[in-house]
């Protein structure tokens, strides 16, 4: 398979210094034939033909320079755009998270060993979920430069390297289920890193989701739902939450947004959202057209949101199906389609703000209640510091400043030792290392700077 292919020339090669574009890409060699059967592992019968995307088409796509990525929290509260007692709040949290997972971290640098996690295909098998969780751990840590353990920090970066030179743990990440998560969590933790071994490091992981990307060298049209998408690994069908990851990665490392494989992801993602104008799957023809995004639009679509509301995941309840939208995926198409160069004048942006706006809150994951909460305010902040506004209009009309109401709802929920926990089991978030990174995460992103203004 391409991605296995990767694996030795993009990774295995060393932990130092390579530069990723110096190496031969099986999957640019094979998109430069003429024409490529569809690969193997896809189910043909599942994939659903539409229109050719019209995301760039003139007239339509608003471009914009990308919002640059900023990596390191700001340095005192004016620049983080809070006041001082609430900067004091988020870093005396920030730093009481961070001590938490010091304190939980193995003598390996690692979190989550021997946790078996289900992702959402639900197939369950032992998975290297322990390497994500710990390149997600390094990035918390290394955000909050001066707040946490360096200790710690750099035991989990000496872990993550080891990682990338053992042959075992490469093939379990390749052959498993959940290879897309894996190194899209250890390029975004090298890249928050910085220096040059780890930058070298991220963009080696990053020639491996590009790999991984379905499309043209896999047999897949830009006319099928799977194209431009990123799944779990191993064949998986792709789904926006994957994607997102993907194209945070991307970004994090300094990805150009006019990159091939943002281009290519901005079909995926127009066709995961709930718009009439620009989405011609048969769910979103006869859905609400309100601008938000579902989990995925591949296989016909489906919605967790709509397996909540009793409709079926996939809508299959409903006389004529349609699908919900949901708050951690409308955050998740936001932010990326912002990563993929487009403007928020773009219509496809104006329209999933607006359901942003009208579904605002940190109670909850709108459309799903509990379930993946932490997972919500991490992409909830990730998407608002993307759209460098440091307001965001409600429902009601109301001006609401995001970074100190994140704050506040995240110190309220943080327990006594340092902690985050979601009583909710869904998606892992029951288990404290998880939740309290997602959640440091979000801490981080809400005192982030703006970032400089984009070239144009």
């Known amino acids: 398979m391409l991605v296995a292919a990767c694996f030795s020339t993009c990774l295995a090669t060393s ?3 390579q530069d990723a574009a110096s190496a031969t890409s099986p999957k640019q060699d094979a998109g430069n034939a003429q024409s490529q059967q569809l690969d193997p592992r896809i189910d043909a019968s599942r994939m659903t033909t539409l229109p050719a995307p019209q995301i760039d088409a003139e007239g339509g796509a608003v471009r914009a320079g990308a919002p640059q990525p900023v990596l390191r929290i700001a340095r005192d509260a004016q620049e983080a755009g809070v006041d001082e007692a609430t900067y004091a709040k988020a870093r005396q949290a920030i730093a009481a998270g961070l001590a938490v997972l010091a304190r939980s971290q193995t003598s390996r640098g690692t979190w989550f060993e021997q946790e078996e996690v289900t992702p959402t295909d639900m197939e369950p098998r032992k998975r290297a979920s322990s390497i994500a969780v710990t390149a997600m751990a390094l990035k918390a840590f290394a955000q909050a430069e001066g707040v946490g353990d360096v200790e710690a920090q750099k035991r989990a970066r000496a872990s993550i390297d ?6 075992k743990i490469l093939t379990l990440v390749a052959e ?8 899209s969590a250890v390029a975004s933790g090298l890249a928050a890193v910085g220096d040059a071994d780890a930058q070298a490091g991220a963009m080696r992981a990053i020639a491996w989701l590009r790999e991984a990307q379905w499309d043209e060298s896999e047999g897949v049209a830009n006319t099928a739902d799977w194209y ?3 799944g779990y690994g191993n064949g998986k069908r792709p789904d926006l939450s994957n994607t997102q990851m993907m194209l945070d990665a991307m970004h994090d490392a300094g990805v150009s947004a006019d990159d091939p494989a943002f281009a290519r992801a901005r079909a995926f993602l127009e066709r995961a959202q709930n718009r009439k104008a620009t989405n011609p799957a048969a769910w979103a023809q006869a859905g609400s057209g309100d601008g938000g995004f579902v989990y995925s639009g591949a296989n ?4 967790f949101a709509s397996d909540a509301a009793g409709e079926g995941r996939y809508g299959e309840k409903l006389a004529v199906k ?3 939208s949901y708050g951690s995926m409308t955050y998740a198409g936001f932010k990326s389609l912002l990563y993929a160069g487009l403007s928020k004048d773009d219509p496809r942006v104006k329209d999933a703000l607006g359901w942003i706006s009208l579904h605002f809150t940190f109670d909850e994951n709108p459309g799903l209640g509990q379930q993946g909460y932490y997972y919500y305010l991490h992409a909830m902040a990730r998407a608002l510091h993307a759209s460098q506004e440091n307001t965001l209009r409600d429902a009601a009309g109301k001006d609401r400043a995001w970074r100190a109401e994140l704050i506040n709802a995240l110190v309220a929920r943080q327990r006594g030792d340092g902690s985050w926990k979601n009583d909710v089991e869904r998606w892992e978030e029951a288990k404290e290392p998880l939740a309290t990174i997602y959640a440091v995460l979000a801490l981080e992103e809400a005192l982030k700077p703006k970032t400089p203004k984009p070239n144009a």
């Open 228 to 230: 431009g998408g990123a």
């Open 176 to 183: 498993g289920g959940i290879g897309n998560y894996v190194m």
């Open 162 to 167: 080891r990682a990338l030179i053992d042959p």
């Open 15 to 17: 932990a130092h210094g």
């Open 300 to 303: 016909g679509g489906e919605s």
């Open 322 to 324: 349609s699908l919900r």
